[in-house]
């Protein structure tokens, strides 16, 4: 009767996306739940935890979050053409290896959790929705807001847990006071469970950086930078709000990947000590016990995306999903003469068609800027420098595989109207830097569960911050400011996506252009605020529509701004005198040296 009834209250329960309220008073000893993955960062979380004796239990928990089988079967093989002897990792062998990690650490591993057809609808549909419309999501943020601090959290709620641990490369910073959570964290959790769990505390201003102090009325922590800088998983942690941050902790997130790895091999002595302590009872040797942790030492960080893995063919894996969609490669600069000189013709049709009276702003009637492309407006007829297979696999800044050029070619844009991918002449072409793009505001999210109040505001709202658009990107400086809103004048109602960036001092790339949505959002709402505009310092390379843009305050990640709906104009649009900053290119070089590309 109890199941019964537990089972229908859970069915018409809302999502949640936390654990339960915390105790009212301070438990003798709490208990943490393990996110394993079964690879080595989880597991040297939870051998760090068990290790601390500061809970009453450490239990462990597994998502499932894509079929093996077909795996199994050898749909998904590796290419051929991959150098790399080791095997990707799959979803059975995940499995697998976090079970045995649990039973070398003599934890509890409570039943994997079926995330399947969670994360088929929250993250994989969307994420093909927007790769058919030729964008490049990275599904990793949705999968952390769905699956691993949704599932997962409420897995650990059912098993009793106070608090959810995985392995990320993340911090959490509590407040003490107005609000921050600190002082009531304090009060509930010992400070050896505290610093086992990789909570840090601190005050406004602490370490120099100074945030709004609306983010911390509500009880939720600081996301910060972890302290090995190649390692930071702030990026992929961005959209999950501060509800599920706050029962939640990252015991390695102050540590480095060769400690961590040092760690499982046994290396450090600390660990090595606790660990052969708490297995004096077994009769079976330190070296067999660490056996899986020796194992999952050596499988290689993942990368990518979760469900291609590093040896299978992106394209090849796309296309069993999504229909490739083949075209042609044409040059970037033929293609922007076209544009120049079809804008050259429209200004003089517009001027004729002034004298015949057109509306107030310019446009033609309907709302339309006369100078810049609409969504529905293809590029030129242009000639074709070689076939492409498919133009969805590719992405902007990719290099281009096309013999028989002097230099090398890469991905400058994507015409989805004509099945088109332009190409530039050279790495850092000036084709493939902007200064500006415009924000997704239906992906706009904070930690704090609001924007910093200097985006709220009536007026012009803009503040300085730093910004990463990819993984391994170290943050770079930047400006974000409110869309700027027109008011539509009576003639039109509704105004393009085209005049309403024009509006707020922001121009869409013309080669970008087929990429904007036929109805974004206007105005701001209750539910949406008007997009932000992210004005880079330095000219950015291939800013990628879909990609997101995770905006910082120093060590504090603030939230994600959106995704990319397209880029401001290029360098090249932007005409002479717009060259590449020298520190332009040193930056998107060092990027590309950290493994981002």
């Not at 305050?553 to 397209?566: A, K, P």
């Amino acid at each position: 009767t109890t199941a019964a009834a537990n089972d229908e209250k859970s069915s018409s329960s809302k999502p949640r996306t936390g654990l339960g309220p915390l105790p009212e008073r301070k438990p003798a000893r709490p208990h943490v739940v393990v996110a394993l993955s079964g690879g080595v960062d989880s597991a040297v979380a939870a051998l760090l935890l068990r290790d601390s004796r500061s809970f009453s239990a450490v239990a462990c928990v597994h998502a499932s979050v894509w079929d093996g089988d077909d795996e199994e079967r050898g749909f998904f093989s590796p290419t051929s053409s991959s150098s790399d002897p080791s095997p990707s990792c799959s979803a059975t062998a995940d499995a697998e290896s976090a079970a045995a990690i649990a039973r070398c650490l003599g934890l509890e591993m409570l039943k994997t959790e079926d995330a399947v057809s969670r994360y088929w609808l929250d993250v994989f549909e969307p994420f093909l929705e927007k790769y058919a419309r030729g964008l490049t999501p990275n599904p990793d943020l949705g999968c952390n807001v769905s699956v691993k601090f949704g599932a997962l959290l409420e897995a650990a709620e059912a098993a009793g847990g106070d608090v959810l641990a995985t392995g990320h490369y993340a911090r959490l910073r509590w407040r003490s006071r107005r609000g921050g959570g600190g002082g009531r964290r304090k009060e509930l959790f010992s400070s050896a469970a505290a610093k086992a769990l990789g909570w840090e505390f601190g005050e406004e201003g602490e370490g120099g950086e100074e945030c709004n102090g609306d983010e911390h009325q509500n009880g939720f922590p600081q996301l910060l930078r972890a302290k090995d800088r190649a390692r930071d998983q702030s990026y992929f942690l961005a959209s999950v709000d501060g509800a599920a941050l706050s029962r939640c902790a990252f015991p390695i997130g102050g540590l480095t990947k060769e400690k961590v790895r040092e760690i499982a091999r046994g290396k450090s002595s600390s660990t090595s000590t606790s660990t052969a302590s708490s297995s004096s009872s077994s009769s079976s040797s330190s070296s067999s016990l660490l056996a899986p942790l020796l194992a999952a030492s050596a499988r290689r960080s993942s990368a990518g995306i979760c469900f291609v893995g590093r040896r299978r063919s992106f394209g090849d894996f796309m296309s069993q999903y999504v229909e490739p969609l083949p075209g042609e490669f044409v040059d970037v600069e033929e293609a922007w003469r076209r544009v120049r000189s079809l804008e050259e013709k429209r200004s003089e049709s517009s001027v004729v068609a002034g004298s015949v009276g057109n509306d107030e702003n310019g446009g033609d009637g309907d709302g339309n800027e006369n100078k810049t492309f609409s969504s529905s407006s293809p590029l030129p007829p242009l000639r074709p420098l070689a076939p492409c297979r498919d133009i969805l696999a590719l992405t902007h800044g990719q290099r281009a595989r096309l013999g028989g050029h002097e230099k090398p070619l890469y991905v400058a844009a994507k015409d989805m109207a004509n099945s088109r991918a332009l190409v530039a002449r050279g790495r850092h072409h000036r084709a493939l830097y902007c200064r500006e793009a415009l924000l997704d505001p239906r992906e706009e999210s904070w930690v704090s569960g609001k924007a910093p109040r200097e985006l709220i505001g009536e007026g012009k709202s803009s503040m300085r911050l730093e910004y990463k658009a990819r993984y391994r990107q170290p943050p770079r400086p930047l400006t974000v400011e409110r869309l700027r809103q027109r008011a539509s004048s009576p003639a039109s109602p509704a105004a393009s996506p085209a005049s309403s960036s024009a509006a707020a001092n922001f121009e869409p790339s013309e080669l970008f252009s087929p990429l904007l949505p036929r109805t974004p959002p206007q105005s701001a709402t209750a539910s949406t605020p008007a997009p932000l505009v992210a004005r880079f310092d330095l000219p950015a390379r291939a800013v990628t529509p879909g990609q997101a843009v995770v905006l910082y305050r120093g060590e504090v990640c603030l939230g994600c701004g959106g995704g990319v709906l397209v880029p401001g104009r290029s360098l090249l649009e932007l005409g002479e005198g717009n060259e590449v900053e020298a520190e332009a290119v040193a930056a998107a070089e060092g990027e590309a040296a950290a493994g981002w590309e």
